[in-house]
């Protein structure tokens, strides 16, 4: 067991969890490539909006860090990176008090995205706030009754993707809403490794996730299925992108639909590749692997479809 000296920054990063900081990272470049495709994109709201997703997305993981530590999700027997709480890396009363700190930054962050936009952003951004407790705390917590799937796509996909670009436009074309979907899914997938490599251990301790309720093999085909709806959505977004800006529609239809597709064949090729590793793996310690190859995958994502929105400016 790795030796990490109460409440070090060595604890407080493990506890921030940096691979999963792609989920924050990834919307807000897509956000940003679509407010670039529309010749709108500003550099300071989008590192508002940066600043913000990541800070949120670090109060999220110290949240559920504290909360699977009181509800005894985090035992010995869990298959995944150790928590911090759990480990006693960090105390209870510590991580409270770092609950707080990160996430009135992220309010005071995201309070000066007022200077370029309406008010009624706010409403946001306390949005964000209640659905990082409400995720793994409070009467009906949604990590623990199946909802955590939904509540990725919408909280990092559809409202940081779409709340970028507003931002920067103030508006967001119906095929960025589109894309926002589709990152949602490219994102969910990491939540859906970490679902099935704990299905068993979730299952004793209370939690039923939707790959509890559904079964393995159900478990292992969600992870395709994300990455391959996260194309597919993605695809059709980017095509009608490409047509939004081409005068001659029915002349270059059939070129803009293959350069969508051609586009994101990378992402799936890789999404295919982890998936045929998790098929491979299938329970274990050894699926932890795959966290960092899902990140790398959402990333890719990101990149490829900011290349295509450059390419239709």
């Given at each position: ?60 993981n110290l949240i ?181 800006q081409d005068n ?66």
């Open positions: 067991m790795e030796q990490v000296p109460t409440n070090s920054a060595k604890a407080w990063l493990l506890a921030s969890r940096p691979k999963t900081l792609a989920a924050a990272i990834t919307p807000v470049v897509v956000g940003c490539a679509l407010a670039y495709s529309q010749n709108s994109f500003s550099l300071i709201p989008a590192l508002i909006c940066l600043l913000f997703a990541v800070l949120m997305q670090v109060a999220a559920n860090d504290l909360i699977d530590y009181k509800k005894g999700s985090d035992g010995e027997e869990r298959l995944g990176p150790m928590r911090a709480t759990a480990q006693g890396w960090i105390t209870p009363d510590a991580m409270k008090a770092g609950i707080c700190m990160v996430v009135a930054t992220a309010c005071l962050i995201g309070l000066s995205i007022l200077y370029f936009t309406t008010w009624k952003l706010v409403l946001v951004g306390l949005a964000c706030v209640v659905f990082a407790y409400l995720y793994t705390s409070g009467p009906y917590p949604l990590s623990y009754n199946g909802w955590g799937d939904i509540a990725v796509v919408v909280f990092f996909g559809i409202v940081p993707v779409c709340m970028t670009c507003y931002v920067q436009t103030g508006t967001c074309p119906a095929y960025g809403i589109w894309l926002s979907v589709a990152v949602g899914l490219a994102i969910n997938s990491l939540l859906v490794v970490n679902n099935y490599r704990d299905r068993e251990t979730d299952k004793a301790s209370g939690k039923r996730t939707i790959i509890v309720k559904l079964g393995e093999p159900f478990g292992r085909y969600f992870y395709l299925a994300n990455g391959v709806a996260a194309t597919l959505i993605g695809t059709a977004a980017l095509f009608c992108a490409f047509q939004s001659q529609q029915e002349a270059s239809g059939a070129r803009n639909l293959l350069t969508a597709a051609v586009l994101l064949l990378p992402y799936l090729l890789l999404h295919t590749t982890t998936w045929r590793k998790l098929c491979a793996i299938r329970e274990g310690r050894a699926l932890n692997t795959l966290i960092g190859q899902s990140s790398r995958n959402m990333l890719v994502y990101a990149i490829l479809t900011t290349i295509g929105l450059t390419i239709c400016k």
